[in-house]
């Protein structure tokens, strides 16, 4: 099987783990589901609220130059209109003359490939021109994307043609009050972003903090997507924690590069190998309207690399059309230098779905044991939902009191649950597809003799034996050995 096979297998895998084990459900399910919307079960949600509270320790409360902030998502329309979303938020959208089937115009690729019999073009839908030529087996002659194509009858992946594109805004829309009408229209927020733009004056004059310095938050944001998919990755609806760092036009390149490294460094410490990390400078094509240079940090995901951030440059675009279109003056006057200028800003955008999705990928991992296949998620023990499983034995009225005296003592301390049903051996296999770092595993022994437990560690599943006295001091030894 060839690797990319395995990967994706891998994939089907993790999103059947995750349905069995409470991550993470079709939302709606019960209604055939709702198409690229998910809801987190009671494991998920966990991951998914360390994963936020990791990002904001480190961006936001280990700091003394980031404040937070949480806005609301519905935002005076005008917010859009400077932000240049009105305008510009589109993809273009292509479809499929045979099936109907819309594709985003920048994700079709037209190949001339060489089978064994002859040369021919087909279409395929993939994110870049590299992922493109892995799906194709046969030797490619040339690739080029759909918009670059010149061909009049441009082919669609489903064997019909596509139509000319046409450009689909992905701003939800909805109205406020009773009436349905244009004056009426507010908009779902595309991305968190613009209410720390709006904010600036707010939090600047309130903190009374010099330049430089960020806003920072955490919160939901909508995108009508064309084409949603690879399980998270890719959603209609899903969350963001962003911050903007305002700095000083001269000293824009420096921070640039600090977050790019700082964002990058913040995966690695919660466990995301180094090789499946990359820094990925954008082309100057790509770049936004806002943006005077980005670079993203992708992860390889089992179907290929995709972004989990980017770390844009907007220089003073925002500040400046959010000051022409309110008239509200969003300069800044650095005293120290008696200079009035309008702040640059670098802001790292972080998706925290595909960023726990990235987290679920890298941890999940099967081993061949002598008597199964031992699946496993090998989570960071800060993002593993439950950190300690307390498991008696047996169902017995002395091991259970003697057990929930040892679960109270951790569950104050640690994310800890109680599991005393089934064999010992299954509630193993569940707590290591949870991904939980240790279990302290009470017998008889422990009750009647040696007053001494089991702690066993979900990697290397070695077991030792510690007395309840020592147990707190082993445990923290054992978590900072992952
Ligand atoms: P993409 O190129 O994948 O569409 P983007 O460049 O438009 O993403 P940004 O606007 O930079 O994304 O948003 C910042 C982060 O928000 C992304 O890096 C990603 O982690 C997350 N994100 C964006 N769109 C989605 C989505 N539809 N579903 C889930 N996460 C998303």
């Known amino acids: 099987m060839s690797k ?54 480190s961006f936001v409360s280990e700091r003394d130059d980031i404040f937070g902030i949480d806005a609301s998502i ?26 109907g089937k819309r594709y985003r115009e920048d994700h079709i690729f037209i190949l001339e490939i060489e089978t064994k019999k002859e040369n021919k073009i087909i279409a395929i839908e993939a994110s870049d021109k590299n992922e493109a030529e892995k799906l194709v087996k046969e030797k490619i002659i040339s690739i080029i994307p759909l918009i670059e194509s010149e061909s009049k009858e441009n082919p669609s992946p489903d064997g019909g043609t596509l139509s000319d594109p046409r450009n689909f805004n992905l701003m939800f829309k909805t109205f406020i009050g009773p009436v349905e009408d244009s004056s009426s229209t507010v908009y779902l927020r595309p991305e968190t972003a613009q209410a720390m733009f709006v904010n600036f004056l707010n939090v600047l004059n309130s903190s009374r903090k010099k330049i430089p310095f960020g806003i920072a938050q955490q919160g939901k944001s909508f995108r009508n997507e064309i084409t949603p998919g690879n399980f998270t990755f890719r959603t209609r609806e899903f969350e963001q924690m962003e911050m903007e760092f305002f700095c000083s036009p001269d000293d824009d390149e420096k921070w640039h590069d600090y977050w790019i490294q700082f964002s990058l460094d913040w995966f690695k410490k919660y466990g995301i190998r180094e090789e499946n990390l990359m820094i990925r400078k954008h082309e100057s094509e790509e770049l936004p309207h806002y943006s005077k240079a980005s670079s993203d940090i992708d992860y390889l995901f089992p179907w290929s690399w995709g972004e989990l951030e980017t770390i844009s440059n907007r220089t003073d675009y925002d500040l400046k059309a959010h000051s022409e279109l309110s008239g509200k003056d969003l300069s800044y006057f650095d005293q120290e ?3 009035r200028f309008t702040p640059y800003v670098i802001e790292p955008a972080m998706g925290a779905d595909r960023s726990v999705l990235a987290f679920l990928c890298d941890a999940y991992c099967e081993e061949e044991t002598e008597k199964e296949t031992r699946t ?27 057990s929930r005296n040892i679960f109270d003592r951790l569950n104050s301390l640690y994310t800890t649950q109680y599991d005393d049903t089934q064999s010992i051996g299954r509630r193993y296999r569940r707590q290591d597809e949870v991904g939980t770092p240790l279990c302290v595993t009470i017998d008889f022994e422990s009750v009647e003799e040696d007053d001494s437990v089991t702690i066993r ?18 445990i923290n030894d054992q978590l900072k050995s992952f």
């Open 337 to 339: 230098n008696n200079k």
């Open 4 to 57: 990319n096979n395995y990967r994706l297998e891998e994939l089907e895998k993790l999103v059947s783990l995750a349905k069995r084990r409470g991550i993470i459900f079709p939302s709606s399910e019960i209604y055939g589901g709702l198409s690229s919307v998910w809801d987190y079960g009671p494991i998920g949600v966990e991951i998914k609220r360390n994963v936020k509270n990791l990002w904001w320790k």
């Open 376 to 402: 496993l998620l090998k989570l960071h023990p800060e993002i593993a939902p439950i950190k300690i499983a307390v498991l008696p034995l047996s169902r017995n009225e002395k091991l259970s009191e003697y």
């Open 457 to 474: 560690n979900r990697d290397t599943m070695e077991q030792i034996r510690v007395s309840s006295d020592k147990l707190l001091e082993a």
């Open 74 to 99: 519905l935002m005076h329309p005008d917010v859009w209109k400077a932000s240049g979303h009105l305008e510009s938020f589109s993809d273009p959208l292509v479809e499929c003359s045979l099936t």
